[in-house]
C-alpha cells in the first residue's frame, strides 16, 4: 500500500517552510507564488488543490525569479523542473509500481489510487517519458510509459 501526500501534508509542509498559503478567488491561474506567499484557486476540488500546492511548492524548491513569460527558454525549463518537482511529489516511480501492484491499469484508477487529477497523471508520465524515454529500470521493475506498464524483473 503506497503512502499518499494529502492537501493538508503540503500545508503543513508549506508552513515548515515558512510558506503563508491561502485560498483565493484567482482568475487565471490554479495556483501561484510571489516570495513566500501561495495562492490557490479557492473554489477547486480537494485533489486539484493539492496537485496545485504540489506545483507551487515545487516553484518555490526549484524555482528562481518570474517566470510568467514562458516565451524564454530558461523559463520554461524552470516550469519543468518545478512540475518534475510536484510529480516527483505525489506520484513518482514508486507509485506507479504501487498501481501495478494493485491491480491499477487505467488512468482513472490510477489517479484516483495516487490521489492525484487525471491531467495531472497524464502530465507526470508524458513528463517521465520525456526524461527517461520509452521505459526505465527502477529497483526490480520496468516501468514503460507508452502505454504504462510495468514489468518486474525475476
Given amino acids: 500500500m503506497i503512502l499518499l501526500t494529502t492537501y493538508t501534508d503540503l500545508l503543513i509542509e508549506a508552513d515548515k517552510q515558512h510558506l503563508i498559503t491561502k485560498e483565493k478567488p484567482l482568475r487565471a491561474n490554479c495556483g501561484r507564488i510571489k516570495g513566500n506567499r501561495i495562492a490557490i484557486k479557492h473554489d477547486l476540488d480537494e485533489t486539484e488543490k493539492k496537485c496545485t500546492l504540489a506545483e507551487e511548492l515545487g516553484h518555490y524548491h526549484t524555482t528562481v525569479g518570474d ?3 514562458q516565451s524564454s527558454d530558461a523559463n520554461r525549463k524552470q516550469e519543468l523542473r518545478a512540475r518534475l518537482w510536484s510529480y516527483n511529489k505525489l506520484i513518482g516511480l514508486h ?3 504501487s498501481c501495478h501492484k494493485a491491480h491499477y491499469t487505467t488512468s482513472y484508477e490510477m ?5 492525484v487529477t487525471e491531467e495531472f497523471l497524464q502530465e507526470a508520465l508524458q513528463c517521465y517519458r520525456s526524461k527517461y524515454g520509452i521505459c526505465v ?4 521493475y520496468v516501468i514503460y510509459f507508452d502505454p504504462v506498464s510495468v514489468l518486474e524483473l525475476i
Fill in 67 to 69: 517566470i510568467i513569460d
Fill in 111 to 115: 489517479a484516483d489510487y495516487l490521489g
Fill in 95 to 97: 507509485g506507479i509500481i
Fill in 137 to 140: 529500470q527502477y529497483d526490480n
